[in-house]
């Protein structure tokens, strides 16, 4: 009869559980039941009990490789302007299992503010025909970057979309990589900021203020 398919989430939470509650564990046998004064028995036993064991080893090695890779992959991306000319102080690390994306917005790196955005979103694909500066397959995600950098409630809410890979800026035929939209009360959204993604994180003050992808959009929203 042919063993049932296993999914990999459960798979993954079955390797957890420890190996006295798991359907491959081998029984406790006693000496009668072993019939360690029947060396013959004591033989055959012996001798099946090496290939289940075995057989069990590498069903656990398949398991532990098979969770390793369903945690997915991480990326992390500094912000340049959409002219190339300015790096923005912070950056976002992601953690990528798709369709899914879960990751920090961070502001404390370098920017120093007390608090990172928290975001979360999944891959979607935005039509090219619509003049969005970021089309195509992106992860959209929910960012708390309004509230972080205005260290409250801002009553305000950002949509971040990201690609995953950074190329060189071509301000000829700019491929961007990253904008976001924002809506305060829920009105109405609008475009926040865009430009190109690099692979170089966060970048300091030089001389002045430090500058932030959504710092000037913050202002305003928050200044009327």
Request: net charge negative; proline share 5%; hydrophobic share 35%.
């Amino acid at each position: 009869m042919q063993e049932p398919i296993i999914g990999l989430d459960f798979a993954c939470e079955y390797a957890k559980l420890p190996e006295s509650v798991q359907g491959t564990s081998l029984p406790e046998w006693s000496l009668t039941e072993l019939g360690l004064f029947n060396h013959q028995k004591l033989g055959q036993n012996f001798q099946e009990e090496i290939p289940l064991k075995l057989k069990s080893l590498a069903v656990i090695a398949l398991l532990v490789l098979g969770c390793g890779a369903a945690f997915g992959q991480s990326y992390s991306f500094g912000f340049l302007s959409y002219t190339g000319g300015i790096q923005y102080c912070d950056y976002e690390v992601l953690s990528v299992s798709a369709p899914y994306a879960a990751g920090t917005h961070d502001l404390k790196t370098v920017c120093g503010f007390p608090l990172d955005g928290v975001m979360v979103g999944l891959k979607t694909d935005i039509p090219t025909n619509i003049g969005a500066p970021v089309s195509g397959g992106v992860y959209a995600l929910a960012d708390s970057t309004f509230d972080a950098q205005y260290i409250g409630v801002s009553g305000c809410q950002m949509d971040w979309v990201t690609k995953l890979v950074a190329p060189k800026v071509h301000l000829s035929n700019p491929h961007y990589g990253w904008s976001f939209y924002f809506t305060c009360g829920g009105g109405g959204d609008y475009l926040g900021n865009y430009g190109f993604l690099t692979t170089t994180l966060g970048a300091p003050s030089q001389g002045g203020p430090v500058k932030s992808s959504a710092g000037k959009t913050i202002e305003k929203a928050m200044s009327k």
